[in-house]
Antibody, heavy 117, light 109 residues
Framework: EVQLVQSGAEVKKPGESLKISCKGS????????IGWVRQMPGKGLEWMGI????????RYSPSLQGQVTISVDKSSSTAYLQWDSLKASDTAMYYC??????????WGQGTLVTVSP | DIQMTQSPSSLSASVGDRVTITCRAS??????LNWYQQKPGKAPELLIY???NLQTGVPSRFSGSGSGTDFTFTISSLQPEDIATYYC???????????FGQGTKLEIK
């Protein structure tokens, strides 16, 4: 069974760093791109970026380039999304999702990130 | 950038009704158009891929059609468990880039 399991909810202060994770299982982790999708409170879905675990090829949404870093650890089948300095506007639910062709067929359960003074 | 315009933003319908949501792209995206359902407090789920293909396990009352710039998502007979927000998503293979529509919140009348 394909599963993407994300790390738990985080509460951080502005300026702090954070790294959240997404662990894949039940399929060949290095053969499928993993994307990250943001959903701000009460808002729609926004694609942030995507990584190919096989060779760490990474692409970012132009609107978010430089604001986050996507990485992967093949040995643990885990993808990561990290911030060096959080802002209140980073408060959102973050989902990882497996890409097959042009669609996202399996999704993690989401990680809620709250940034508050 | 390819822009996606999804309509309506909200919709109220009765159980058993036929429901239609549309998504329009600012330029030709072939059939790189997918549809997702997101229930409150849950992750999105893929319903339709490549405009008209039903994802495995998805009930047959859901369907999609269209190509080029205009796409339609249909629920043939609305069920209470279909209450959710629905999103279209396009894929631009030149970059690559993935863009979601604004969403349609579906409620029972």
């Amino acid at each position: 069974e394909v599963q993407l399991v994300q790390s738990g909810a985080e509460v951080k202060k502005p300026g702090e760093s954070l790294k959240i994770s997404c662990k894949g299982s039940g399929y060949s982790f290095t053969s499928y791109w993993i994307g990250w999708v943001r959903q701000m409170p009460g808002k729609g879905l926004e694609w942030m970026g995507i990584i190919f675990p096989g060779d760490s090829d990474t692409r970012y949404s132009p609107s978010l380039q430089g604001q986050v870093t996507i990485s992967v650890d093949k040995s643990s089948s885990t993808a990561y999304l990290q911030w060096d300095s959080l802002k209140a506007s980073d408060t959102a639910m973050y989902y990882c999702a497996r890409r097959t062709s042009s669609w996202f067929d399996y999704w993690g359960q989401g990680t809620l990130v709250t940034v508050s003074p | 950038d390819i822009q996606m315009t999804q309509s309506p933003s909200s919709l109220s319908a009765s159980v058993g009704d036929r429901v239609t949501i549309t998504c329009r792209a600012s330029q030709d995206i072939n059939n790189y158009l997918n549809w997702y359902q997101q229930k409150p407090g849950k992750a999105p789920e893929l319903l339709i891929y490549d405009a008209s293909n039903l994802q495995t396990g998805v009930p047959s009352r859901f369907s999609g059609s269209g190509s080029g710039t205009d796409f339609t998502f249909t629920i043939s007979s609305l069920q209470p468990e279909d209450i959710a927000t629905y999103y279209c998503q396009q894929y631009d293979n030149l970059f690559p880039m993935y863009t979601f529509g604004q969403g349609t919140k579906l409620e029972i009348k």
